[in-house]
Structures are given as C-alpha cells and as structure tokens.
C-alpha cells in the first residue's frame, strides 16, 4: 500500500484583482497590524534665527511697478486718442438698457468689496496673532491712500495738458481725473499683508479688486489707464514698505529643516551652519518625520474582516475596534506618548566654539563668501555630508544679475539660471551627475528636498578639503586641475565658473571641482574657452606666469592654448579671480604675452565679449538726456520747412568737400611715416575708417585702422603707435591754433550771442587750474604721468619730422587741408538752407562745436557732435529749425554717405593684405 502525499492546499484567492479592482464575493483577510509611529529623532542644529528679510524680489517687482507706470504715463501724454478708444471698447460692452439696468447692482459690489476685502485681510492677521502684519498692513493701506490723492493732487495742478486729458473721464457731468485713491489703498493693504500663494483671503481678495476694477471700467467711472495707474501705484507702495521693513522669513528653519533633510534620506545627528550668518545659536530639535519620501495616503480595499473563533461576526455584526490614524491617534484621540511629536529647544549646554571649530573647514568656512547657505551635517552612523540650500529671494538676486550679464555680455553669461529655485537645483544635479558621468571628480549628490522658498541638495563630504589657493602648487596638482578641465569638455560640459572656491584639494592631494550650477551640459565653443582662461588664470595667480603656461602646454593642444589669450579679460574671470590677479598688477597682460611668444600664431587682442561698460551706458544716458533737451526746444515745424526749401546742389557740394577731407588726412599719414607710402593708398585707408567709426569712439576708429595699416607695411608696433600719436597730435595743435588765430585776427568771436561773462570766466578758471596743477606737486606728479607716454611716443617722431621740413610742411599742409574742407563742408550745410554766416565766425563755431561734441566717448560721435552743432549755430543766431537741419544735413554727408564707399574699400584692402 503506498502513500499517498495529501493535497497541497489551495492558495488563498487575493481579495482584488491584479489591476486592484476588488473581485465579485467575499473573502476573508486577517486583522491589519496597527501602523507604528515613526521613531522620535533628536538634532542638535546650529544656525541662526529666522529674521525678517528684505526681498531682492519685492525691488524687482518695485521697478517693474515704477516702468509701468511709466509706460501709462507716456501712453496717456502721446497716445491719449488710442487709451480713450480702448476705453471706449472695453465699455461699450455695457451700453444702453442693459448698462441702466445693471449700474445699481454694481455700485452695490464695488462697495462691499470695498469694505469687505480690509476687513477680511486684518481679521484674518489677528486671528493668526500676527499683530505686526495687520499693523503694517493698515499703515500700508493708509499711506497708498494719501500717495493716490496726492498724485490726484499733483496732476491736476502740475499736469500737462495732454496727460490731464488722457486721464480724465466724465462722471454725471462731472470731468475729472480719473485716478482711485480707494484702489491705491486697497492694493497697497494687499501688497503688504503677503503673497497670494501663503494666504487664501489674500488671493480672493486680489480677485476681488481685479473684479471691482473691470466693474468701474465698464461703467465708465475711471479710464483704463487710470485704473491700472491707481493699482501699480498702491502695488509700488506696498512693495517699497516691505522691502523696507522686510517680510517673515519662509526659508527652511528648525523643523521643517531637519524634516526635509530626512525626507532626503538624512537622519540627522548634528547640523551646523558654515556659512557667514549673524548670532548662530544651538537649538535641539526632535520630530517623528519618516526617513524618504512617504505616501500620506492610506489604502482601504473593500474587504470585510475574518471573523474570529472566540466571536464571528454574522450579518449585521459591526466592529467598534479603534484604529489608528495617519498621526498615530486612535479613533478615540488617545496617543501613544504624551510628548508633542515635534519640538524646536534653545540647547544652552552646547559648546558652540568647539562645534563650529570641528564643522569648519578651509574649503567651507563660517567666512567663506557664498550665493546660498552651507551646512555641515552628521548621520546618526557618523557619517558627514555636505548640504547647500538654495533660497529664493538669492535666486532671484542672482537672475537680476545674469540677466544684466546677458545683456552686457556676448554669450558668456548663464543661460539656464532663472527665477526659480526648483529650476536651480534641478539643473545643478543634472551638472553633478553628468560631471559624475564624465569621470569629472565631482562630489556625490545623496538626495534632494524642498521645504518652504528652499531647496536642500545633500552631497558626500571631501575630507581635508582645501582651496587651491592654500596649497603648495606642484606641477602634478596643476596637471591633475587640467585633467579634470579636459574630462569635462570632452564630454561636452563646461564648468563656467573655475575659481579659488570651486577648485578644492582633499586630504590625499587630489582635485575637485564643486559648484556646477551655472555649467551647461551642451556648452559651445565660446564657453569651454572661458574655461580654459578661468584655468590658466587661477593657476597663475596661484603657482605664478610661468609655471601656469607649462602645466597648460602639457594638457592641451597647441591651437588650444593659441585660443586662449583673447580670452584672457576682467570680464571673463570669476571675481575672486580677479581680486587675487589684482594684487599681482599686470598679471592678465604678462599671461597674453607668455602665450603670444609660446604660441606666435595666438592673437593678443582681446575678444568682443563686452557689448557695453556702466561708463558706456552712463555716457549714453547722458547723451539721451541732451538730445531730449535739444529736441524739446525745437520747432519741428520750422524743421520741415527748411528741409522742403534746401537747396540740393549746395548739399551735394557738402559731399565733395567732405570726401576731399580725406586726401587731406592720407597726406598727414604719408607725411609721418617712417615708410615711403602711397598718397590713395592712404586716402583709401582713411576711407575705410569710416566703417570702424560706426562702433568705435569720435577719432580712434581712424587711428586704430591706420596702425594697422601701418603694421602691415612693416612698421613695428612702437613705431607705428608713436606715428598715430603723432598725427592725432598735430591735428588737435591745428585745430587749437586754427580756433585761437581766427578768433584773435578777426574778432568776429564777439558776433556770437554768448555772454562775454562765460568767455571770461573760462579763461579764469583755465588759468586758476593750470597754476594749481603747476604749484602743487601731487596733481602735477599725476597730470605728468598722464601726460608722459603720449610724449615719450610722440617727441622722437616729432624730432625726427622736425629734421625733414618737406614731411613737416606736407603733413601739416594735410592737416589743414583737412580742417579747412570739413569747414567747408558745413558751411555749404548751411548754405542749402538759405542762411549763411561770416567765414570766422562759421570757422569758430565749427571747430568749437565739433571739438566739445567729440569729447564725448560716444561711437562715432554719433549724438553728441550733432547736439553740439545744433547748439553752436543757434548761438550764432541761427534760428534752431535750420540749425538742427544744418546739423544732421552735415553729418549724413560727413558720417553716413561714406560708409558704403568705406566698406568696399575695406574689403579691397583686406583682400590685398593691406588691413
């Protein structure tokens, strides 16, 4: 008889089917375990206090604010016809009948909002017992109520005509001007009281004044521009106060730091702050907050319980039994421990200068200079990493100022960084894992969490890490920081920003490159470029000229290292960089020369990588303002009409005097040049000047393309700075003697309607200075050591032409002929428009206007010639229609017309190797 082995038994079907929808019947489970708490966890955290912040983000929004209103203001002075139409559209949407019948029950809504929307956002601050907030907020509401009616006050009694009728609107027959004070006051409370993202009445109540506004729109009770001016003004208010008085901070801090550390996978021990920050404290922290990120979601499928031996449950049967909820309370309140979950203590017994002294590190300090905050953490195994928390108001700091660089700068500046702060950290853990890919040595990023306005990125500590700067530069460091450099590019990463504090050592002497958040991981050219100078220049502000250029001849290519000295500018280097190439004078220029005579094809000119400097856009600002002010005083009027009556033959004589200028300045050239040269070869190159005036300053487009004329025709460099000196020299003299003898000869200076008070008290103060400069020997020391390289460059060539009378009187000749055609030139200007005045006094206004004008650092002179023309013939009694047309009739034949015959002779001469 053989066994037979019993029947496995059947498995037990699942109560839902694979896809978790629960199957037809009933199936009986076992009872479900209790969920069990967390475990508590205590921190010992050391940092600094939440304040009340000033938010770089508010001054933003305060400017884009003040620029709005600005733009409504403008609209409503020149565009008055096309507000009032657009008024006019937006109410017609209420018209006849309908607008009667419904005017009732929106005076009714504007007025409880009114009244409602103050009384709800104030209630709401003191229920929350944030007596400061509701006291700010009512101050705020207030003053937007008296700035409204005091530019209500401002308009009406200062006003231009043109803006009082782009923003008055008629109200029962009543004209007016219409700008609320109500909603200057209502949107300065809500400005103040917070963000709509933190406050649900805050939110709705902006709905509410949005809707009110619409309401007052449609209606015809203010215009569109007036509304949307009452609203930016009160939104400017409150903006301006809470940048002002600051705001409560919504960074992480205390619990909901160390929560988001251990929903990043950090069960914290010890957390310390590193960075610069005032009054740091210890605090001890405990909170039951689960390790990773949890789901708060529980899951109920639709079984019934199986029922017990001791007592089945039949039909009907019901089970009391208390469960626990997602808090670990059961269903009666009652709790496991009688201790809050969540606790933040000031911890007095903590040593703080023996915990900041052990967290501290050279590489990350308490005074190391950072865009975010830095702390030290500690796990509960021992384990220390590194967390960098990313804050939005310094993320919004850093946008302003990239985009400043965006705007000044060709391509260098970042492309990814933007406003937000979820953006940041994402895009600087796909730089740290991609570098990671690449073999770059990048520390490890552990885990991320968001809490509040921050971010928190968790990265492997680099034990004994020190900046580059505070180590002994051997040629194996230097070799080691070039290979990380070239890891990265080949796999298309650049780095943008390699500085002191971004190159760190470790313990065993190798290199890491931290801070990626402005890398890109598609890079161009341009910016693995400013890598390599990044490099080249910190290593040779650490380890000294020479020693960088070799350790950069080993890593890369010739052509590479070739590339670099263009690169090599202020602009390019982090700013570290620069202050530690600062101390070491020349260091940038002694770099462009090493590489130059390593590498004799490198170019030692600088890239154009700057669009403009402050000087730049100050000058320009300055030159705006003038030309706004000159054009105020004009009639245009007067301006057409001399335009309709010039006479076109005197103009196109305006053209042949202008180009004859230009033999004039080849014969200057030909005179002090050390070579033999060709007369129209020299008349062509200044032609082609003309091209590089258009971007270069009022007289150093034409010097620079003849020094490079000049060097290709052999003459060395000293020599050919020292002949363009020399000719820019000889034509000031000239001009400066020609405006002296003129005026002295004739008299005819007198015929100007300047006051001869100003001549008078110019020609003291001249003297006054130039005594003081001569007697004080300070300013004299300084205005001879402006003066001395001009001199020692020019005074041999002057020797040398001094010793050859025929050069002496050509160049001259040349340079007269010059001066004396560009008069002429403006003359006939003037001539096309009927008027005329005597040679002298033509001369005199020329050569005075046209020198004060080109002082101006403008391109080209371009503005600030023709604000000086303009202004010189109106003091000569020229009415100043005629004088403005004068001036840009002048410069189209002197600026504009010779562009195109420049540009093909430039392309001609640079064709044949002359440019």
């Not at 005199?844 to 403008?858: D, E, K």
Request: glycine share 8%; with cysteine.
């Amino acid at each position: 008889m053989t066994d037979t082995a019993p029947a496995p038994e059947a498995a037990p079907t699942p109560p839902t089917s694979p896809v978790g929808i629960p199957r037809i019947g009933v199936t009986p489970t076992t009872t479900p375990e209790p969920r069990q708490p967390a475990p508590r966890s205590s921190t010992l955290l050391v940092d600094a206090a939440p304040r009340r912040t000033h938010r770089a983000e508010d001054l933003l929004d305060l400017g884009l604010a003040v620029l709005g209103i600005a733009s409504l203001v403008v609209l409503s002075i020149y565009a008055s016809s096309t507000t009032r139409a657009v008024t006019n559209d937006v109410q017609n949407v209420l018209t006849g009948v309908l607008g009667r019948i419904l005017v009732l029950p929106i005076q009714t809504i504007e007025g409880l909002v009114t009244f409602v929307v103050p009384m709800a956002v104030l209630i709401e601050c003191l229920l929350r017992r944030s007596w400061r907030s509701a006291g700010e907020s009512a101050a705020a509401a207030a003053i937007g109520f008296a700035s409204g009616n005091l530019v209500l006050r401002m308009i009406n009694t200062w006003g231009p005509d043109s803006l009082v009728r782009g923003l008055t609107v008629a109200v029962s027959g009543h004209s007016r001007v219409g700008i609320s004070v109500i909603f200057s006051g209502l949107a300065a409370l809500l400005t103040m009281a917070g963000e709509r993202r933190s406050s649900p009445v805050v939110r709705y109540s902006w709905v509410a004044l949005w809707t009110i506004t619409t309401l007052s729109v449609l209606r015809g009770a203010i215009p569109l521009a007036g509304v949307l001016i009452s609203v930016l003004l009160g939104r400017g208010i409150g903006l301006a106060l809470r940048y002002v008085f600051g705001v409560r901070d919504e960074r992480a801090f205390g619990i909901a730091f160390i929560r988001a550390l251990r929903r990043a996978g950090i069960d914290a021990a010890r957390v310390v702050r590193l960075d610069v920050a005032p009054d740091v404290r210890a605090w001890r922290v405990t909170t039951q907050s689960p390790l990773g990120y949890t789901e708060q979601v529980r899951e109920a499928p639709l079984i019934i319980p199986r029922a017990t031996p001791e007592e089945p449950l039949g039909p009907g049967a019901q089970d009391d039994s208390p469960r626990p909820d997602e808090d670990g309370q059961d269903a009666a309140g009652d709790t496991e421990s009688t201790e809050p979950a969540e606790t933040i203590v000031p911890d007095p017994q903590v040593d703080l200068d023996a915990v900041l002294t052990e967290a501290s590190s050279t590489a990350l300090s308490q005074e190391a200079l950072s865009d975010h905050r830095l702390y030290a953490v500690w796990d509960t195994s021992g384990i220390r990493r590194d967390v960098t928390v990313l804050d939005a108001d310094r993320q919004v700091a850093g946008f302003v100022s990239t985009l400043w660089d965006r705007m000044r700068i060709r391509g260098l500046a970042p492309s990814s960084r933007d406003m937000s702060v979820r953006s940041a950290a994402e895009h600087t853990a796909l730089m740290t894992l991609s570098a990671r890919r690449a073999n770059v040595r990048v520390p490890g990023l552990t885990g991320m969490a968001e809490s509040g306005e921050s971010m928190l990125m968790v990265s492997d500590h680099i034990v004994g890490a020190r900046p580059l700067g505070e180590v002994t530069p051997t040629s194996g460091l230097l070799d080691d920081l070039w290979e990380q450099v070239r890891r990265a590019h080949a796999a298309g990463l650049a780095h943008r920003a390699i500085d002191a504090t971004s190159t760190v050592v470790d313990v065993s002497g190798r290199v890491w490159l931290l801070d990626w958040e402005d890398g890109e991981t598609i890079s161009s050219e341009l910016s693995r470029r400013m890598d390599l100078a990044q490099t080249l220049a910190l290593t040779a502000s650490v380890a000294g000229v020479e020693e960088a250029i070799a350790s950069a001849s080993r890593a890369l290519t010739t052509a590479q290292v070739a590339s670099i000295a263009p690169m090599l500018q202020a602009v390019v280097l982090p700013r570290s960089t620069r202050e530690a190439m600062g101390r070491r004078g020349t260091l940038l220029q002694e770099l462009r020369d090493a590489l130059v005579t390593l590498t004799p094809t490198a170019h030692a000119e600088p890239a154009k990588v700057q669009r403009f400097s402050p000087r730049t856009v100050i000058m320009a600002v300055i030159g705006m303002v003038a030309i706004w002010t000159l054009l105020a005083q004009m009639n245009f009027e007067q301006v057409s009409a001399a335009v309709q009556d010039a006479n076109l033959w005197w103009i196109l004589g305006a053209l042949v005097f202008s180009l004859t200028t230009y033999l004039g300045a080849g014969l200057a050239l030909v005179a002090f040049s050390p070579l033999r040269l060709s007369v129209w070869r020299c008349t062509e190159v200044h032609l082609a000047s003309s091209v590089v005036s258009l971007v270069a300053p009022a007289g150093m487009g034409g010097a620079a393309v003849n020094l490079r004329y000049l060097n290709r025709q052999g003459v060395s460099t000293a020599i050919g700075v020292a002949t363009v000196a020399l000719v820019q020299v000889v034509q000031f003299a000239v001009t400066a003697i020609l405006l002296v003898v003129v005026a002295a000869a004739t008299g005819q200076s007198a015929t100007l309607s300047l006051p001869s008070g100003w001549i008078m008290v110019s020609a003291v103060v001249l003297v006054a200075v130039a005594g003081v400069v001569g007697l004080v020997p300070r300013l004299r020391s300084w205005v001879w050591s402006k003066l001395e390289p001009t001199y020692r460059q020019v005074w041999p060539r002057l020797v040398w032409v001094l010793t050859n009378p025929a050069r002496l009187v050509v160049g001259i000749g040349g340079t007269m002929l010059l001066t004396a055609f560009y008069i002429l030139s403006f003359a006939a200007s003037l001539w096309a428009f009927g008027y005329t005045l005597p040679f002298s006094v033509l001369a005199i206004t020329y050569l005075a206007s046209n020198t004060v004008g080109s002082v101006v650092p403008s391109p080209g002179g371009i503005g600030p010639v023709e604000v000086a023309l303009t202004a010189g013939l109106v003091a000569a009694g020229i009415p100043s229609g005629v004088a403005l047309s004068t001036a840009i009739v002048y410069r189209v034949v002197t600026f504009w017309i010779p562009i195109p015959a420049g540009w093909l002779s430039l392309q001609r001469l640079q064709k044949a190797g002359d440019l």
